[in-house]
Nanobody, 121 residues
């Protein structure tokens, strides 16, 4: 089995910063892409940022220049540094990872349990 455990959410004032972390553990041969998604009330889940195993990144337009994704492949961790936070960033943030058990089958997509980020004064 594989687990993704997130940490770092909370309440922050507009303009503030938070850093989310996600650690993958279990039967892991390798990890392809890792990333963060978010879901606000009454909205669909959306991609926030994603990084390939080679370091290529993509961000949703609304966070470009404010959020930075990083990962430590040796530790199977991914982080999201969130700066200049806005009330519209309020959502539950989910870690996602495409994990391989071996080199012969496609990766499986796993999700963390979610961590709440609230931006409010």
């Amino acid at each position: 089995q594989v687990q993704l455990v997130e940490s770092g959410g909370g309440l922050v004032q507009p303009g503030g910063s938070l850093r989310l972390s996600c650690a993958a553990s279990g039967s892991i041969f390798s990890i392809d892409a890792m990333g963060w998604y978010r879901q606000a009330p009454a909205k669909e889940r959306e991609l926030v940022a994603r990084m390939s195993s080679g370091g290529d990144t993509n961000y949703v337009d609304s966070v470009k220049g404010r959020f930075i994704i990083s990962r430590d492949n040796a530790k199977n961790t991914v982080h999201l540094q969130m700066n200049s936070l806005k009330p519209e960033d309020t959502a539950v943030y989910y870690c996602n990872a495409d994990i391989r058990y071996n080199d012969y089958v496609p990766p499986y997509s796993y999700w963390g349990q979610g961590t709440q980020v609230t931006v409010s004064s």
